[in-house]
């Protein structure tokens, strides 16, 4: 009964919190004050809160933040060495005559990007390219991100990392076979789902305000006499992406790699205290770019902690309700999917813990079924969550209000699980 009344209550500060957040309430302190409401209302020990819940958390995640810092430097790089305004300027060239046509492929570029690449770094190095790409070509500012984040998300299906993080819950579940066929198709229902999103927008592309929108976020298009570079500097926007998809290097060296190339390329090296003035000044930048967002993501995992540990309070509560019906349990799944925002109860990395082993736990069902039924929740809260990293640096880096991204990517992505749901039932149920 205990368990049962601190699930309840954890679950109306959670809608609190909502409420908080729609209203435009700060989420920095949000989240830390979320953090020591759950470690209150769970029961949590005081030196397990103290160690569990803000110590531990906080210096796990600074290997995250190493990935911000370089991810945020190379994007700087890219700025000031002219190489990111280039090939803005080439991609607007082409985008003025077919703008919705360059979005797509835009969008096309990251997902396919995102099959095998992950993690924060490989995000912020290139949405500083693709982003004002399509600021370029005259998209809003919140309609390309809301676009690019869930264009992100399609492929993570088939992303093995991030297939291996969640099969952690499901052991038994296989990487092969039936699922990549259900991953191939959840994959192309998203992205599809996001390209109908930006042919519904379509009237809102005007290129006369892309200049606007490119000052805003700090990526202005020089004039195409001031933009010299070379060709060859085109391509290394995706030298990070390619040596972790053909040598599996860590992103951070891949990064420093290519924030060498591009100040090489660019003539940055031309001179001992040119290069120095320039490494310095990128430095200092990027750091103060992503200050506020570090801040805000120990906020955050702190909060992740509590919810980790308050898992457990979950289960009395969602044994009492689980049906027992496959078909019934994935649509219900569908339907409940924006549950697993702000790491509620069907997010795998957040209080859908307990979600995870409660259904693990109970042997009703298989692994092979349990997983991608989990998986498509938490990829919606991937897609659109503000508690997901790169979306938070998303949303730092594009200026865009918390409940425009809310508003345009959970509706679309509601009607993604519900579908890829259904696909769930067809190929395990």
Known sequence: MASTMSAVLLLLTFVGFIYYIVKGGNL???FFVMAILWAVIGQIPADQVIQKVFAEPALNYGPTIIYIIFGSWFGRVLVDSGIAPAISEATNRVGKKRPLLAVLLVLIVTAFIFVSAYGVGSVIAIGVILLPIMLSVGLPRDIALSAFSMAIGAPMYL?????????????????????LIFGVCATLVQLLAVMLFIFWHRKKIDPSKADENLKIIGAETQQATDVRVPKLAFVVPIIPVLMNMLFKWDAIPALTLATLLAMLLTGKFKGYQKFVTFLNDTIKQAISDIAG?????????????????DAVRF???????????????ALAFGVLAPLA??????HVWGAGAATAAVLSGIGLFSDAFLLPLLYVPTLLAVSTDITQSWNVWGLDYMKVQTRDFLKHGVP?????????ELLVYCFFG
């Open 293 to 309: 967002l570090i801040m805000f993501l120990m906020a955050l995992i702190m909060f992740s902690g509590a919810a980790s540990m």
């Open 412 to 420: 679309i992505m509601w009607g993604v699980s519900i579908i890829n």
């Open 28 to 30: 920095m302190i949000g």
């Open 315 to 329: 289960r009395p509560l969602f044994e009492a309700v689980l049906p027992h019906n496959m078909l019934i349990l």
């Open 159 to 179: 992303n093995v990392v991030l297939y291996n993080q969640i099969k952690v819950f499901f052991p038994k579940a296989q990487y092969g076979g039936t699922y």
């Open 341 to 346: 925002l702000f790491r509620g109860p069907f």
